[in-house]
């Protein structure tokens, strides 16, 4: 189980922009690297959904109620995962999950999880 430390999370009008960042401070650079990433969230009432993924590759995959709104992305020197979101809606509201995979070619990213951040949007 690793150690990924979420930030990044608070309260959006509809139709702005938050940045969600999960760091890895225990991970070296070679295994941050090696591994796939991805964003959930789970909103109340409602079962973890997976809505970025992306591969030690390079390759995204994004759910389909954001795609073209969020962007996952790494910074390695700073051993960070990113979800840049952009024209933010209430349905969007929940908390948001970090999780990473040792097998850098998954697309459901789930062996270790960060502790979530929430983010609420308002309309």
């Known amino acids: 189980q690793d150690y990924l430390v979420e930030s990044g999370g608070g309260l959006a009008q509809a139709g702005g922009s938050l940045r969600l960042s999960c760091k890895g401070p225990r991970m070296i650079t070679s295994v941050f690297n090696s591994r796939a990433w991805g964003w959930y969230r789970q909103a109340p009432g409602k079962e973890r959904e997976l809505v970025a993924a992306?591969?030690?590759?390079?390759?995204?995959d994004y759910a389909t109620s954001v795609k073209g709104r969020f962007t996952i992305s790494r910074d390695s020197a700073r051993k960070t995962v990113y979800l840049q979101l952009n024209s933010l809606k209430p349905d969007d509201t929940g908390v948001y999950y970090c999780?990473?995979?040792?097998?850098?070619?998954?697309?459901?990213?789930?062996?270790?999880w960060g502790q979530g951040t929430q983010v609420t949007v308002s309309s």
């Open positions: 992306l591969t030690k590759g390079g390759n995204t």
């Open positions: 999780a990473t995979d040792r097998d850098g070619t998954s697309v459901i990213p789930n062996d270790s």
